[in-house]
C-alpha cells in the first residue's frame, strides 16, 4: 500500500504570493489533517478533514484555508505569505481517527 | 498553547542505556500516542495508549499513563544510535478530533 504523498517537497515563494500544498491519504483513510512544522513552535494543528468535510480546525489566521476533495486528496492553501509562513508542512491521514500516517512533508522557505 | 509538553527537551545517552521521557497534557483524553520524528521528515507512529489503560510494551518501548495526573512517560530501552531522534507525544482530546503535539524531546543516543 503506499504511503501518505505530498507534493510539492520544496517550495520558495516571496512574500505577498499565495501556494497550494497537496497531499494523497492511504489509500481507503478518509481523515486527512495538516500541521505545521517550525523549530521553535513544534507542531501545531492546521485542520482535520473527514469525507470532504473540515471537523477541526487550529489557531491560525484566515489566510491558512483547506479543502478535501471526493477522493479523499486534501489541499492546503496560504494566502498572502509572511516570511513567518516558512515552515515544514506535514500532511496525515487516518483510518478511523485514532493513528496517523504522515507523509514526508513539504518545506516551504518565504523570502 | 501546546495540549502535549515533552521534557526534557533534550537527552543525550549512552548507547545501551535507557532513555525516558515524560509528557504532559491539560484536558481530558481518549488516548494518547507517542510518535518518532527522524532529521525533520514526517513522523512514525510508535505506541497508542487508551485513557482506560495504564501501561502498554511494544518492543523496547514502555509507555505509562496517569491520567489522574495527566501524564505520560515513554521509556526505551537498551538504547541504540538508531533510536536517534525527535520523540513527540499527542495527546486525543475527549470529543474532538484533533491531536495536540508538543515540541518533542530530541533523544541523541552516542555509540
Known amino acids: 500500500k503506499a504511503g501518505v504523498t505530498q507534493t510539492p517537497r520544496y517550495l520558495i515563494k516571496t512574500r505577498g504570493q499565495q501556494v497550494t500544498l497537496s497531499c494523497s491519504p492511504i489509500?481507503?483513510?478518509?481523515?486527512v489533517s495538516w500541521y505545521q512544522q517550525t523549530p521553535g513552535q513544534g507542531l501545531q494543528f492546521l485542520f482535520e478533514?473527514?469525507?470532504?468535510?473540515?471537523?477541526n480546525k487550529g489557531n491560525f489566521p484566515g489566510r491558512f484555508s483547506g479543502r478535501q476533495f471526493s477522493n479523499s486528496r486534501s489541499e492546503m492553501n496560504v494566502s498572502t505569505l509572511e516570511l513567518g509562513d516558512s515552515a515544514l508542512y506535514l500532511c496525515?491521514?487516518?483510518?478511523?481517527?485514532?493513528?496517523?500516517?504522515f507523509g514526508s512533508g513539504t518545506q516551504l522557505s518565504v523570502l | 498553547s501546546q495540549q502535549g509538553e515533552e521534557d526534557p527537551q533534550a537527552l543525550s545517552i549512552q548507547e545501551g542505556e535507557n532513555a525516558t521521557m515524560n509528557c504532559s497534557y491539560k484536558?481530558?483524553?481518549?488516548?494518547l500516542q507517542w510518535y518518532r520524528q527522524n532529521s525533520g521528515r514526517g513522523l512514525v507512529h510508535l505506541i497508542l495508549?487508551?485513557?482506560?489503560?495504564r501501561e502498554k510494551h511494544s518492543g523496547r518501548l514502555r509507555v505509562t499513563l496517569d491520567t489522574s495526573k495527566k501524564s505520560s512517560s515513554l521509556l526505551i530501552t537498551a538504547s541504540r544510535a538508531a533510536d536517534t531522534a525527535s520523540y513527540f507525544c499527542?495527546?486525543?482530546?475527549?470529543?474532538?478530533?484533533?491531536?495536540?503535539f508538543g515540541t518533542g524531546t530530541r533523544l541523541k543516543v552516542l555509540a
Open positions: 496525515a491521514s487516518s483510518l478511523n481517527g485514532e493513528k496517523l500516517f
Open positions: 489509500s481507503g483513510h478518509r481523515s
Open positions: 478533514y473527514f469525507s470532504e468535510t473540515q471537523r
Open positions: 484536558t481530558s483524553i481518549n488516548n
Open positions: 495508549i487508551r485513557s482506560n489503560e
Open positions: 499527542a495527546p486525543l482530546t475527549s470529543g474532538t478530533y484533533k491531536y495536540i
